[in-house]
């Protein structure tokens, strides 16, 4: 079924109660105001799915809300206008947290040029509730984009989840709308395939005891095992091999992943993912059907842009609470651990073609780039990465650096069984301390190693005053290109200046002496070989840089020219 909107409000009110109702809302109590009236108007229109109730008073809607919801043990809705109208709704917002009642509460707003400017009827909604929502965001303002719906769509499917899981209580979205309010036309023109855009939402009861996974056997389908950090890395890679030999689906594995670590677990294992998304032709022919995700999104900018434009249904696994979907496709969480996915009988399946495929490019691209770096002799940035995969000592606790670091232990970690354990900062993906958190990890553990830019760690040099209270080992492999090399593979390179000075910011600092202020042992290794001699053993005790130097413009040539070239042959 196709719908054609002429009205920009009501298309995203339209995908808003569209998607409650599909999720199993059968409540709304509506506040009257004016800057409600796109959702007033979308949910009057969902009568009798939705029961729509206006009640008059926004203190006493709110805690009749609560009430059907606590008969219920469904989320009700409540819905207002702007200015103090939610504040009303605050007593029973602290009530809900208490309680652990499912509310969740849609207050329209002002859109941001309206606000701070004495407009009438605006006050500061964002955050209105402090902390006692599970969760509480604002919606962007209204866009016909239809990746800005897949958007709204899955940010109210987060919203549902968050009402009810890990505890039930309110969760708060700040709904902004420019004029015209009422639903007339205004210029728009889109028509949105109801039946395709919403596929996949179901009502599932949370928390789930029982789960059937939503996979018919003869689909074309991919593991995604993303980036993760498990206290038990043998029993999760354990529980996906198992998903994978089950389903018989290949399992493209992150290297920020334990699962490249225990590769003999996998016969499935697919680590060169993202190089073999760069060969056109098989891009295609591995468009899958189905995909289920494991923990969090792998970096690689060519897996997202495929799923992206690919748009397979999707299976969140993961136990968080968090929304772990960036690309806002047609996605499910599933708030669970994998280790518990695992023990369910899927039942066994011969190979299909798809999978052959799969494992067919893995084999080749992983002997062009095996072969390739085996006969490099030059200090290349990238060799680094597929150098230390296969000689660090068993169970090396590794932390990986953000920008290149980690991007090349995507590109370039080959499957070993060596156990490695990798750690990472890759929450908010910043430099901030580096050198520190390694130290933290390597702590009372067996001898450590850490992989890092110049800048990451010059980023944090004052962690090398926790040497005198550090016990353990951490061996630092520092890949110096001077300066920012991920600003590199940006379009702003191409504009020096400000590009040199403002984005690249090299320092230009002597690291022999740097290491000899903080009192830490520094070698300079000229070739593979001395790098390779000094990571088979490491020591026992101390802090120890072994400094890489690299030419920062050649590295980014070198990626440019060769990535492309190891998906074909």
Request: proline share 7%; net charge neutral.
């Amino acid at each position: 079924m196709q719908l054609t909107f002429n009205n920009l409000n009501q298309l995203w009110s339209y995908v808003l109660t569209e998607t409650l109702k599909r999720l199993g809302l059968n409540c709304a109590v509506i506040c009257p105001g004016s800057r409600s009236t796109p959702l007033t108007v979308a949910f009057v229109q969902q009568i009798p799915h939705i029961e729509a109730i206006p009640i008059l008073d926004e203190r006493s809607a709110a805690f009749f809300a609560l009430g059907r919801a606590k008969a219920t043990g469904k989320p009700v809705v409540l819905v207002c206008t702007s200015g103090t109208a939610g504040a009303n709704f605050y007593p029973a917002v602290i009530e809900a947290r208490e309680s652990r009642v499912p509310l969740l509460i849609l207050t329209t707003d002002r859109p941001a040029e309206l606000r701070d400017c004495h407009s009438g009827q605006t006050i500061d909604q964002v955050k209105l509730y402090g902390n006692y929502p599970n969760w509480q965001g604002e919606l962007a303002t209204p866009s016909v984009d239809i990746g800005m719906l897949g958007y709204l769509r899955q940010t109210v499917i987060h919203a549902w989840e968050r009402c009810q899981f890990p505890n039930s209580g309110a969760v708060h979205l700040n709904i902004p709308f420019r004029d015209p309010l009422a639903p007339i036309p205004d210029g728009t023109d889109f028509t949105l395939d109801v039946e395709d855009f919403f596929a996949g939402i179901i009502s599932t009861p949370l928390p789930i005891t029982h789960y059937q996974l939503p996979i018919t056997y003869q689909q074309k389908g991919i593991i995604i095992a993303g980036v993760a950090q498990p206290q038990d890395p043998e029993e999760y890679c354990k529980a996906i091999a198992h998903l994978s030999q089950s389903l018989q689906w290949p399992v493209l594995a992150e290297g920020l992943s334990p699962v490249r670590n225990y590769a003999d677990l996998n016969p499935y294992l697919i680590s060169t993912y993202d190089i073999i998304l760069r060969n056109q032709q098989l891009k295609k022919e591995l468009t899958p059907e189905m995909v289920i995700q494991i923990g969090e999104m792998p970096t690689s900018k060519e897996l997202r842009n495929w799923l992206n434009t690919t748009k397979p249904q999707r299976l969140i696994i993961d136990n968080c609470d968090q929304n772990l979907d960036p690309l806002h496709g047609k996605t499910r969480h599933l708030r669970m651990s994998v280790t518990e996915i695992g023990k369910l009988e899927i039942g066994k399946l011969t190979e299909s073609e798809y999978l052959q495929k799969w494992c067919k490019a893995e084999k080749q691209v992983r002997k062009n780039i095996d072969d390739y770096f085996e006969n490099l002799d030059e200090l290349i940035e990238s060799k680094t990465a597929w150098l230390i995969s296969q000689i660090l000592p068993p169970e090396t606790p590794l932390f990986i650096a953000n920008s290149m670091p980690v991007r090349d232990i995507e590109f370039f970690w080959k499957p070993n069984n060596l156990k490695i354990n990798p750690y990472f900062n890759r929450g908010a993906n910043g430099i901030d301390g580096t050198l520190s958190t390694a130290l933290g990890i390597a702590h009372h553990q067996q001898s450590s190693v850490m992989l890092t830019g110049d800048l990451s760690l010059l980023h944090d040099t004052n962690g090398f005053l926790i040497k005198n209270k550090f016990i353990g080992h951490l061996t630092i492999v520092l890949i110096n290109n001077n300066g920012g090399g991920i600003f590199e593979m940006l379009p702003i390179a191409q504009f020096n200046p400000p590009f040199e000075e403002f984005f690249a910011t090299p320092q230009n600092i002597d690291f022999a002496q740097l290491c000899a202020t903080y009192n830490v042992q520094h070698e300079l290794v000229n070739s593979w070989e001395e790098l390779k001699n000094r990571l088979k053993q490491l020591p026992k005790t101390g802090i120890r840089v072994l400094e890489v130097k690299t030419n920062r413009k050649r590295d980014v040539i070198w990626r440019k020219e060769n990535l492309p070239k190891f998906a074909n042959w």
